[in-house]
């Protein structure tokens, strides 16, 4: 983007209960003010430095440290994949209004049982909001159960 | 005029640096700055004080950001919190700065708001009398106009900063005008001696 205004309006024309001359000073106005739009160059950059650091703090996902047997490992992060997947349906499905589903391994989908809204909730207070991440990643459920079948995948290849 | 996100781009810039993203604060500086400063410059005409205040104000929306509901009204925000400071930063200098005659100001205010850009198409001349003739415009009726000039704003959002009723804000729009069109005819009529 430049720093430069280069000039281009955008505001809303005037509408009914003007006339003529009023459109006419209107656009003179627009055309005499002009010249406020001369930004000075590299204004936003020093804007930017000066504020960023006043930012909220970034939520960061907490750190996962895995123990155990590589197999151990495993069963946790497919435990894990299994959350992610149903916490990315549940918010999909509130997301269009649809009844609560989770995916099973057949495919099918089954409704949402009271563990299952528990474990969510669990995530959803560890995680911050799942469904926001998946919003603010741009992800799609297809996405995420792509990434996660990669996941579970490499996780066996290290049997 | 420079890149604005579109309503969803902003809803998804906006939530991203409410958790700390400075990629998309950066985004939402770089499309603002320019509108803040233009309207802050045209009220004040001083360049310094302009940047000054345009820091200012998104410095306090980045603190707030993380506390910030969208709800679509993001640029009635981010122009209220401008002109606040503005109007607090006069005020204090008001208080601060020793009677002036107001022929000076006038004057003071003209040089100012000289011309940064000498490729206007405008006459110098009317432009100069049209600058003159927005100062004698009540400060309700100068914020309009340059709400709607420099910072770009429809009336509807007009209305919704200024927190008054949209066929107010339209009246003062037409109000000003005719007062803007009969102080150009006395100029015209009547040029003051050079």
């Known amino acids: 983007m430049n720093d430069l205004h280069d000039g281009q309006f955008n505001f809303e024309p005037l509408g009914s209960g003007f006339d003529a001359s009023d459109w006419e000073l209107d656009s003179l106005l627009a055309d005499a003010l002009r010249d406020g739009f001369i930004v000075p160059a590299g204004l936003p950059d020093r804007v930017f430095y000066a504020s960023a650091s006043l930012l909220p703090v970034r939520a960061i996902d907490p750190p996962l440290k895995l123990v155990g047997t590589s197999r151990e490992r495993i069963v946790v992060r497919r435990r894990l994949v299994s959350r992610i997947a149903m916490a990315a349906s549940v918010a999909l499905?509130?997301?269009?209004?649809?009844?609560?589903?989770?995916?099973?391994?057949?495919?099918?989908?089954?409704?949402?049982?009271?563990?299952?809204w528990a474990v969510f909730e669990e995530l959803d207070a560890s995680y911050g909001s799942v469904s926001q991440l998946f919003e603010t990643e741009g992800m799609t459920l297809d996405d995420v159960t792509s990434e996660l079948t990669m996941l579970v995948r490499a996780s066996e290849s290290e049997l | 005029?420079?890149?604005?996100?579109?309503?969803?781009?902003?809803?998804?810039?906006?939530?991203?640096?409410?958790?700390?993203?400075?990629?998309?604060?950066?985004?939402?500086?770089?499309?603002?700055?320019?509108?803040?400063?233009?309207?802050?410059?045209?009220?004040?005409?001083?360049?310094?004080?302009?940047?000054?205040i345009t820091q200012s104000t998104f410095c306090t929306i980045a603190v707030k950001i993380g506390q910030y509901d969208e709800l679509g009204k993001f640029e009635q925000w981010l122009f209220r919190i401008a002109m606040?400071?503005?109007?607090?930063?006069?005020?204090?200098?008001?208080?601060?700065?020793?009677?002036?005659?107001?022929?000076?100001?006038?004057?003071?205010?003209?040089?100012?708001?000289?011309?940064?850009?000498?490729?206007?198409?405008?006459?110098?001349?009317?432009?100069?009398a049209l600058r003159e003739a927005m100062q004698q415009l009540s400060d309700a009726d100068?914020?309009?106009?340059?709400?709607?000039?420099?910072?770009?704003?429809?009336?509807?959002?007009?209305?919704?900063?200024?927190?008054?009723?949209?066929?107010?804000?339209?009246?003062?729009?037409?109000?000003?005008?005719?007062?803007?069109?009969?102080?150009?005819?006395?100029?015209?009529?009547?040029?003051?001696?050079?």
């Open chain 2, 1 to 52: 005029m420079t890149d604005q996100p579109t309503k969803d781009e902003l809803r998804t810039l906006l939530r991203a640096a409410s958790t700390g993203d400075q990629n998309a604060w950066r985004q939402i500086v770089h499309a603002y700055t320019p509108r803040v400063f233009s309207l802050i410059r045209s009220h004040c005409g001083d360049a310094d004080l302009s940047e000054e």
């Open chain 2, 142 to 194: 100068q914020q309009i106009i340059y709400l709607r000039h420099c910072a770009e704003l429809s009336f509807k959002r007009i209305a919704e900063t200024l927190e008054q009723p949209l066929g107010t804000v339209l009246a003062r729009q037409h109000r000003a005008l005719k007062k803007l069109r009969e102080l150009l005819e006395r100029h015209e009529q009547d040029p003051p001696e050079q």
């Open chain 1, 93 to 116: 499905a509130g997301a269009i209004g649809l009844k609560v589903c989770m995916p099973t391994a057949a495919g099918t989908q089954v409704a949402a049982s009271d563990a299952d």
């Open chain 2, 84 to 128: 606040n400071r503005l109007r607090d930063e006069m005020r204090r200098r008001k208080r601060q700065a020793n009677p002036v005659e107001h022929d000076t100001l006038t004057a003071l205010i003209g040089a100012g708001k000289r011309s940064d850009n000498d490729d206007s198409d405008v006459d110098p001349v009317l432009r100069q």
